[in-house]
């Protein structure tokens, strides 16, 4: 679990051109909890998520997915995050660990995106319950 801020983003078709994906950087604020064996994360990374926009000529092309709603950009997100070997990227590991952070709290994103969110918790309510919570062997 990590909490970054977007820094970047990019979106991208996928190998077959029948779909988009957006590679976000993010600055990582900070490191919540690593489950065991895990990486060392950086100080920033690359997360992809599925979805996105890329432009062909002069025409945008827009692709969405009902349960990643985008990441906007200079905003701060606790996001539970796996690691892509390969790649040396990371990615979203579950839609629902995906939290917007604002001097009100942390607020549960919820497809599909609009202005408002579904809940709003205290974050240090939510890191308690992060830092408390039992990891699964991998």
Request: aromatic share 8%; proline share 8%; hydrophobic share 40%.
């Amino acid at each position: 679990v990590i909490v970054g801020q977007v820094t970047r983003s990019t979106g991208l078709p996928t190998e077959d051109g029948h779909f988009l994906f957006t590679t976000y950087e993010l600055q990582v604020v900070s490191t919540v909890r690593l489950m065991e064996g895990q990486v060392t994360v950086p100080s920033t990374i690359k997360l992809v998520r599925p979805g996105g926009e890329f432009a062909v000529g002069s025409t945008i092309v827009r692709a969405t997915h009902d349960s990643y709603p985008p990441l906007m950009l200079g905003s701060r997100y606790w996001l539970l995050v796996g690691h892509v070997r390969k790649t040396g990227a990371f990615v979203s590991r579950q839609t629902s660990a995906v939290f917007a952070l604002s001097s009100e709290g942390a607020k549960l994103l919820e497809p599909p995106p609009d202005e408002g969110f579904l809940r709003a918790i205290p974050t240090e309510v939510l890191e308690a319950e992060v830092k408390g919570a039992k990891c699964p062997p991998r």
